[in-house]
């Protein structure tokens, strides 16, 4: 059994720097202010949170060992209770590999290998060196099978031929046809070449316009705000500086917009060099500046694809993508392959990855069409919920319970208007459920993946609730209200189809594996 080098450890208290060192801090302020709340229980507090910081890394890399071969990965952890697991190759179903600011100074990863939907299933090893986090990359990627419609006798990439494909994307000609960057190249620098073919890769200009369009700059940009006024509190200036914002109103909109362009800076910084590769079996999505990261998914274990659209991006006609995949249960089962892009560009990178994916409709319509429908339901959601607040407060509830009562009503429309706005239907042998409401959601789950339908209506004929459940993690439902019978029955003859076949596959595969 191999244990990880010293130069881990080094890299694990480097990665904890920042928030020992902000502990150390709040232990010198509560020492010269000892009446801050919560008084003296803050030395507690801080104490055995500092202890957890310095002591874990030393206790993780004493108890964790690891050793591979060609065809598997064991993993030893523990010290009182000793955990032994053991992973395939070929069981893989994502590789993350990240590289924070500590571990590229010293040349260094954290790699997971995820096989399902349960952490219990996820190996994780932090401080890797580079040399084997690419040679287990490699045995990953050589357990692979090929892609849907690829050729793997060829060896052909996704879109060998396609040419040019993202031409209105922002990037350069040479960008658009580039192979993986070369080690030391930049981008790449810290987890080295990507496998595969470039298919996109997003600019500055992109990423600003994405951050924009979802609204990612303003929760980056609280959380920056948040960071930077729990620093004062501390500092024990909060009281002056919230006199000096009331005093002066140029002063809170000077604020405003600092927090705004960090919420900006913060984008960039996090999604730096967003690029998406295509290969055999394989999609990899990279990102980052200070902090690399890479997602290897093997394509035959997506179970589907989610199309999805706000109000902002419905009038600049723009769509972003992701993946429903079976690896875990993060981000609601679905991994973010294409920020918020231009239809006609989210179109051509998908069926580069995709070549024989259903089609999808929100890339088939221009959004600026649905807008109207969005204004409205988000005046009739802005607006019914003004009586019931006041309402409520003039049966002399406090404001908080009237604000409350307000919130409650305006996820009852929501959700009301979600559902009754459902569709469902099977196009293509997928599950096909779109959402058109406030937001324009679309997902195409595989036929093979939807495992048992189920239908609810006072009778056979009429209005029904109907329910496709499929697996991405854990077991999910694709929900609608529907007057046609024939939708719940075509899902069910669909499922009676595949399912012998998809058994013999798996059968064929475990037998292939052993």
Not at 173 to 187: F, H, I, L, M, R
Not at 292 to 306: D, K, L, N, P, Q
Request: aromatic share 6%; no cysteine.
């Amino acid at each position: 059994m191999t244990r990880l080098p010293a130069s881990a450890l080094l890299a694990a208290y480097l990665h904890y720097l920042p928030s020992i060192a902000g502990l150390v801090s709040a232990a010198v302020i509560y020492g010269l202010e000892p009446d801050l709340w919560p008084g003296r229980w803050a030395w507690v507090i801080i104490g055995l949170l500092l202890a957890a910081r310095l002591i874990h890394p030393l206790y993780s890399w004493l108890t964790t060992t690891w050793s591979s071969t060609a065809d598997q990965l064991r993993l030893r952890t523990g010290l009182v209770v000793r955990t032994s697991r053991t992973i395939g190759w070929h069981s893989v179903v994502v590789l993350d590999i990240e590289a924070p600011w500590s571990h590229r100074l010293l040349r260094l990863g954290i790699v997971s290998l995820r096989v399902g939907g349960d952490d219990d299933t996820v190996l994780t090893l932090n401080g890797l060196p580079d040399a084997t986090i690419r040679a287990w990359s490699a045995a990953v990627q050589a357990h692979r099978g090929p892609v849907a419609g690829v050729d793997a006798d060829a060896g052909a990439d996704v879109g060998a031929d396609a040419g040019p494909l993202v031409p209105d994307a922002g990037p350069g000609p040479d960008e658009q046809t580039a192979v993986a960057p070369e080690p030391g190249s930049g981008a790449g620098e810290a987890l080295g070449p990507a496998a595969g073919r470039l298919v996109y890769r997003a600019s500055s200009g992109e990423l600003l316009v994405a951050s924009l369009a979802y609204g990612q700059f303003v929760v980056l940009g609280t959380t920056a705000a948040a960071a930077m006024m729990d620093l004062v509190d501390q500092a024990g200036l909060l009281d002056q500086t919230l006199t000096m914002v009331a005093s002066g109103p140029l002063l809170a909109v000077a604020l405003v917009v600092v927090a705004l362009g960090l919420g900006f800076l913060m984008t960039l910084v996090r999604f730096h060099g967003f690029e998406v590769y295509a290969g055999r079996d394989l999609i990899t999505i990279r990102y980052g500046l200070i902090e690399r990261h890479e997602r290897e998914i093997r394509a035959s274990t997506v179970v589907g694809v989610r199309a999805h659209r706000n109000a902002v991006e419905m009038l600049a006609d723009r769509v972003r993508v992701s993946l429903i995949t079976a690896d875990s249960t993060a981000q609601l089962g679905t991994n973010l392959v294409l920020p918020s892009l231009p239809r006609p560009t989210v179109t051509a990178i998908v069926h580069a990855l995709f070549p024989g994916q259903a089609p999808i409709d929100l890339l088939a319509a221009s959004g600026r069409r649905s807008f109207p429908r969005a204004a409205v339901v988000l005046l009739a959601v802005a607006a019914i919920p003004v009586p019931v607040v006041l309402a409520v407060r003039d049966r002399g509830f406090p404001l908080a319970v009237s604000l409350a009562a307000g919130l409650l009503v305006v996820a009852l429309l929501l959700l009301a208007g979600r559902l009754i706005t459902a569709r469902l239907a099977l196009r293509d042998a997928s599950a096909v459920w779109t959402v058109r409401h406030l937001v324009e959601t679309e997902l195409i789950v595989s036929a093979r993946s939807v495992h048992l339908v189920t239908a609810f209506g006072p009778g056979e004929h009429g209005v029904r609730l109907v329910r496709a459940h499929y697996w991405a993690a854990r077991s999910r439902a694709l929900t609608a209200v529907t007057a046609r019978p024939a939708v719940s029955s075509a899902l069910g003859a669909s499922i009676s189809r595949t399912s012998l076949p998809l058994a013999r596959e798996r059968r064929e595969r475990a037998s292939a594996a052993s």
